[in-house]
């Protein structure tokens, strides 16, 4: 394997990781405030569906882009008056949520555009452009640097570069503001902090918007950058993919980077590998494409019982009298 193929590998990992990032972003958000939402893969379905939809009706990214965010952000509401306002079990809100964007996509997909449930491929201002960070071009011939730069680190749409941002920034919310001190106590403790006059509500609410925004991008992603149109179940299990890779991170962002990037990693070695041949055996296309999946279940296996979760997490709040 030369350090070119190298490079095309790390480069496709990066592309198939950013999805993932954004949806174990949000669920970061959501599960640091004692919300567990299983539903982030409905969500990234309804997003990538709303982003293409609009996407092809106005031929704008950025119009698809928000009403990705929208649909994502519609169904968060959902799961927020379901397991925080009415107090109902969270793992069947969340549940339920993924039913109802796979089966709604499809239905709304072939009444709408009669493609067995799929929309039009998207071209042009349809779909994000790549950008092509400064001296790029000038770099490309540098020994191992330019490589590096010119096809690693430039040459991706904007909501990859947004998804890298947004590990230092949850980062800084979560640790460095009062806003994330309180959220992750609600996660502990709600008690405490309904005792110290904060509305226990409001704060879970806040963050399963902010699991919708970030479940929004990254499904519009999937449309509009990643792929050129929606096509049915689409997101392939991301969602749930995306969980495991934050049980893995134990709910901290930088872990969350590095925990989603194998998982790209695997996805990309086997695209590139269908049929992987290690001299003394060939791997066959069937396990390549297998093993992130299966990796899912070794960490779900291996690490639940050691990654401790939020304390309060999974639980409604009712206020004492």
Known sequence: MDFATVIQILDSAVRLMTPLLLACLAGLYSERSGVFDIGLEGKMLMAAFTAASVAYATGSAWLGLIAGVAGSMA??????????????????SGVAINFLASGL???LGQKIFGLGG??????GAGRFPEIQLPFAAALRDVPVIGPIYAELISGHTILVYVAFLMVPLTWWVLFRTRFGLRLRAVGENPA???????????????????????????????????????????TAGRGFIALAALIFAKWRPWSALGATFLFGLLEAIANRYPN???????IPSMFMNALPYILTVIILAGFVGRAIPPRAGGEPYVKER
């Open 105 to 107: 996509t499809v239905l």
């Open 192 to 234: 405490s902090v309904d005792t110290a006059g904060v509305s226990v509500t409001r704060l879970r609410y806040a963050a399963i918007a902010i699991c919708g925004l970030l479940c929004g991008l990254a499904g519009a992603y999937l449309a509009t950058g990643l792929s050129a149109g929606f096509v049915k179940e689409m």
């Open 276 to 282: 992987l041949d290690l001299g003394i055996v060939t």
């Open 118 to 123: 799929r929309t039009p491929s998207l071209t």
């Open 75 to 92: 169904l968060s509401l959902v799961h927020g008056l379901s397991s925080i306002t009415f107090r109902g079990n969270q793992l069947i």
